[in-house]
RNA sequence: GCCUAGGUGGCGGAAUUGGUAGACGCGCACGACUCAAAAUCGUGUGUCUUCGGGCGUGUGGGUUCGAUUCCCACCCUGGGUACCA
């Protein structure tokens, strides 16, 4: 064999690993430069060729930048706590630890076949105590802070201790529960019925320990409250919002339902505003920039209180149109409302229990998909209409949502569709408040409406109605101007085994925070990694099992604990001082490229930016946004193949008479189908219900499969996992063709036929450094003028291509760079090697092979990035399209150096050009240097 | 519905600032080498054609000497999201 793959593979990666090539360190007098992979939950299921992808990308990025002369930081380790390592601890009592050394054991042998430039000193496990002893410190000072709104900065607690200290809560305007004091366990307070949060210093002084912290526990960033959250009952746990789509789990798609749990919370909800500004200082894609900002959801309106009849208390809503406040007909509450129970009348009270009982047992799903089903009950009692004192019937209806904003909302049926719905519904008024409209049939909800029979409002529309009756609302005491957010506090507990715990013992109800000396706290050993018999976390079957001598917390944290920081981790990734060294968090700084999938837009991308601003605020980094600039790989999907099967038979027909039968249609290996055509031998072997299959075969006298895109999955029988590539034509091939597919952050088809094309590359590049006999043949004679150009044109084509992140043209860039220097037979050092520089980022392997031949010392990885030179490029003469009205008719070639003017000359003069003028006077020549003459007549 | 990315040969895709549409690769066809096959190499390959040329980048319009590229309207596909008040 002439390029033998194999060995050369198995070589170099030996060597990189002998030499620890891709260690590097802190180097103050080189600029750096930080590229990071998302780092992979190590399922039991290893690695397809969609995995790489990102990989391969990133690895050639951080080549290239090596290459130009920067310090590059390019770790990987695995995010390696998680449910999969979990059920399956549960099914066969083996340790989740066995399952995800195992797997991480097999991920690392299929990533070092690939060639990643990794400095695997550095790698990470967030399930190892020596990582998540961090991620719990990092947890104590979450818990530690809270937020002060006039600084939009988290502070130390001591800094609000401090404060009530002098003077109790005043002038504290801090982010927390709206309503928070009321959750708390009034028997232990000294405060009356009055008590609104407010308390003086001396109060403070002479609270005793556990007052103090109950109150401190609702200023915390990571508290611990009562709060209604999703409970999923078949994974035995609580999942954050963004774990549920449509309504179930993400993972597992099990039922999800509301309970009101003690759980952890982090106050995310007090950085809306600042995750939302920090999008517009980073270079993300505008589609994941835009799920964030739906998922913090900033809406402008106003909060207004409406009296309640006969009550001593007032039901508060969000509206972001307070405008059409004298279009308000009815008011619905959520369900859940608190105020539900006290307002209803007794003639109400058995059809409103009901209600509620009812929208109880109903899950998330179950509600979305009712939505054409409007429902709701009338309550009994009545609000009143803050300007008009108008009796406004309070009705309760389960379109209104608990989780957002209050709860509540003023219905305005003329001017919203859900609330006109619900008025057509249950007969209530459509009182109409805009001028010429008709609502017979919908509501009007344009912001352009002109105001009518609203006192104040008359004549105005939305933008210029806002300000009167938000200042009007202000005046009168029942509301005031209002930003809200959607998104809500993140639980932070789950019900699990496999997670880190929480650093955090009780002494009686009080959680107390573990000392930073007494870090980590180990996760227990268990008999079973089930909840227990009284459904209390896995955690607390460890019995013996105390914190401090205290009783623990038994919940663990979620997934994304510790994947929030991990990037900060690897700077400095053996540290048991500190979570990372200061001096070294401010070299490598912000990572410069992030490479990873879009699925974790509202997850893990939403709550490393959310830690990463704590840590800034504490003081512990230099900066408030993780990742500078990222980028997200497509899927790749797979091709699969389909046979057909006679109904009822075991005959198989060809794709092109399929339609004469009654068939059934199968997936098939992809392994043993060739170009769409099927190995009618090997499927019989394939399978042993297919061992005496029979076939109609075509005129060419072969079976023809029909094929589909799907994703890439064991039950379509289409995964081609990246060790057969790698064996059948080497992770320098698979590397460029990976690359080859097309643009990185598209979604594509895998195809396995095309791979020869990039392979047939790389041989024609060994064959320009070898003679017919596989000798290594080199020449030290200058090299051509036409040889100079297409090297020059090459550096400067993937030079440019690199920058702009397009991997998929450098390859082609390669492949005609190779094709002409085949044609040019040149096998010259003076071209070969800055080439050999150039293809290192893709395919290392074989290029440092050919660079050693050439007679280098060091690795290629060392090795200077070519400059390209225009005038090495430069061509004497252009072939100039001449087109008549934008239509090529023919070619002229003329020197690059003539003028606009002088081309149009020589165009003028050609004979050519009376043929094709037809007669016709020439209006205007217009001439582009070096690009097109246009002739317009 | 809303947000977002896209729509170019048989297939994956290229065209960076408005300047020769289809680079590069796959596939296909033919040829060379071979007893033969594989591999390799070479030639051709958008489409129609009366061989002059015509038509071609989702559709219809517009701006321009010139539009895959810019503007307007619409259609389709992928991804995300939704009783959000």
Redesign the pocket.
């Known amino acids: 064999m002439d390029y033998n793959f194999s060995e050369i593979e198995r070589k170099w990666q030996q060597r990189w690993q002998d030499n620890e090539t891709y260690a590097v360190t802190e180097k103050a007098d080189s600029p750096k430069y930080y590229v990071l992979d998302m780092f992979p939950y190590p399922s039991g299921a290893g690695l397809h060729v969609g995995h790489p992808l990102g990989y391969i990308a990133s690895d050639i990025i951080a080549r290239y930048k090596r290459n130009r002369g920067f310090n590059v930081l390019h770790p990987m380790g695995y995010d390696s706590f998680g449910l999969p390592a979990e059920q399956y601890a549960i099914q066969t009592g083996q340790h989740p630890e066995i399952t995800t050394q195992t797997n991480i054991a097999r991920y690392r042998q299929q990533l070092d076949r690939i060639g990643f430039a990794y400095d695997w000193n550095r790698e990470v496990r967030t399930s190892d105590s020596e990582y998540y002893q961090w991620t719990q410190w990092i947890f104590g000072q979450i818990f530690n802070a809270w937020f002060n709104k006039d600084a939009n900065r988290a502070e130390h607690i001591n800094t609000l201790v401090e404060r009530f200290k002098a003077n109790g809560t005043y002038g504290v305007n801090a982010a927390q529960d709206a309503n928070w004091h009321e959750n708390l366990p009034k028997e232990k307070f000294f405060f009356g019925s009055h008590f609104e949060g407010e308390f003086t210093a001396t109060d403070w002084k002479s609270m005793n320990d556990e007052q103090q912290q109950l109150i401190l526990m609702h200023y915390r960033l990571a508290y611990l409250a009562d709060s209604v959250v999703n409970w999923c009952p078949a994974l035995g746990t609580v999942l954050a919002n963004d774990e549920i789509?449509?309504g179930v789990s993400e993972r597992g798609g099990h039922p999800v339902e509301q309970k009101k749990m003690r759980q952890w919370s982090m106050r995310i909800s007090a950085y809306a505003e600042r995750l939302l500004q920090g999008l517009e200082t980073i270079d993300w894609?505008?589609?994941i920039k835009?799920?964030q900002r739906?998922w913090i959801?900033r809406?402008e309106?106003a909060s207004v209180q409406f009296a309640l009849d006969g009550h001593d208390a007032h039901i508060e809503v969000?509206?972001?149109?307070p405008d059409t406040i004298f279009g308000v007909s009815f008011m619905t509450l959520?369900p859940e409302h608190e105020l539900v129970s006290r307002i209803t009348t007794d003639e109400y009270r058995d059809s409103v229990n009901a209600y509620v009982e009812a929208a109880k047992l109903k899950t998330e799903r179950d509600?979305?998909s009712?939505?054409k089903?409007?429902?709701g009950q009338f309550t009994g009692a009545y609000a009143l209409h803050p300007f008009t004192g108008d009796k406004i019937p309070v009705w309760i209806g389960?379109?209104?949502?608990a989780g957002?904003?209050t709860?509540a909302?003023?219905a305005v049926p003329c001017g919203?569709q859900?609330d006109y719905d619900f008025a057509k519904k249950f007969a209530l008024p459509i009182p109409n408040i805009f001028r010429d409209t008709d609502i017979s049939e919908k509501a009007e909800a344009s912001k352009d409406a002109v105001l009518a029979q609203s006192h104040m409002l008359d004549g105005h529309s939305y933008k210029t109605a806002m300000p009167i009756i938000i200042a009007e609302l202000e005046k009168v005491g029942v509301g005031k101007g209002k930003i809200n957010y959607?998104m809500r506090d993140a639980v932070f507990s789950r019900q699990r085994y496999w997670g880190e715990p929480f650093p955090i013992y009780y002494e009686g109800e009080i959680p107390r925070l573990v000392s930073d000396d007494a870090l980590p706290v180990e996760l227990p050993e268990v008999d079973k990694y089930l909840p227990t018999e009284s459904g209390e976390p896995p955690l607390a079957r460890a019995n013996a099992w105390r914190v401090g001598g205290h009783k623990p917390d038994f919940n663990t944290m979620p997934g994304w604990a510790g994947s929030s920081w991990y990037f900060l981790r690897y700077m400095d990734p053996r540290n048991s001082n500190a979570f990372a060294d200061r001096s070294k968090i401010d070299y490598w700084n912000q990572v410069d490229l992030y490479m990873g999938g879009?699925e974790h837009?509202?997850g893990h991308l939403l709550y490393s930016r959310f830690w990463t601003k704590i840590l800034f605020d504490m003081g512990y980094i230099g900066f408030d946004e993780p990742f500078k600039k990222m980028i997200n790989q497509g899927m790749i999907l797979g091709r699969s193949n389909h046979v057909y099967r006679i109904m009822g038979t075991n005959r198989f027909v060809t794709a092109e008479r399929k339609d004469e039968f009654e068939t059934q249609q199968l997936y098939v290996d992809i392994h043993i189908v060739d170009?769409d055509v099927l190995d009618t031998e090997a499927f019989k072997k394939w399978l042993p219900e297919y061992a005496d299959a029979e076939f109609i075969l075509n005129e060419k006298g072969q079976y023809t499969c029909t094929y589909a895109i799907d994703k890439m999955s064991k039950r379509w029988f289409n995964v081609d996992n990246p060790d057969e590539l790698c064996e059948k034509y080497g992770a320098d091939t698979l590397r460029l063709y990976e690359m080859?597919?097309?643009?990185v952050e598209?979604?594509?088809?895998w195809?396995t036929?095309?791979i020869?094309?990039?392979h047939?590359?790389l041989r024609?590049l060994w064959r320009l450094f070898h003679d017919h006999d596989n000798n290594f043949q080199i020449s030290d004679e200058s090299a051509s003028k036409e040889e100079l150009k297409t090297l020059h044109k090459t550096i400067k084509?993937i030079t440019?291509?690199l920058d702009?992140y397009?991997w998929?043209?450098c390859?082609?860039g390669f492949?005609?760079c190779v094709?002409e220097l085949?044609d040019l037979k040149c096998s010259k050092r003076e071209v070969l090697e800055p080439l050999l520089i150039l293809l290192s980022p893709f395919s290392p392997h074989i290029a440092e092979e050919l660079w050693e031949k050439l007679g280098n010392e060091h690795s290629i990885t060392q090795a200077t990035w070519p400059s390209f030179d225009e005038s090495k490029m430069k061509d004497d003469s252009f072939?100039y399209?001449v087109?008549f009205?934008?239509?090529?008719r023919y070619?002229l070639p003329l020197g690059v150096e003539l003028s606009g003017a002088e081309v149009e000359a020589a165009v003028r003069a050609n004979e050519q050009t009376a043929r094709y003028l037809e007669g016709k006077e020439i209006k205007?020549i217009?001439v582009?240097p070096k690009?097109?003459v246009?002739v317009?007549a």
């Open positions: 789509k449509d894609n505008e589609s835009e799920v739906n959801g809406s309106g969000f509206t972001t149109r959520a509600r979305q009712e939505v089903n409007i429902s389960d379109y209104v949502l957002y904003g709860g909302v003023m919203d859900r959607r879009a837009a509202t170009n080859f597919l097309g643009p598209q979604s594509k088809p195809d036929k095309s020869n094309g990039v047939n590359f024609k084509k440019e291509d702009r397009s998929n043209t390859v082609s492949m005609i094709n085949q072939d399209p087109s009205n934008g239509k090529t070619f205007k217009i582009v690009r097109i246009n317009v």
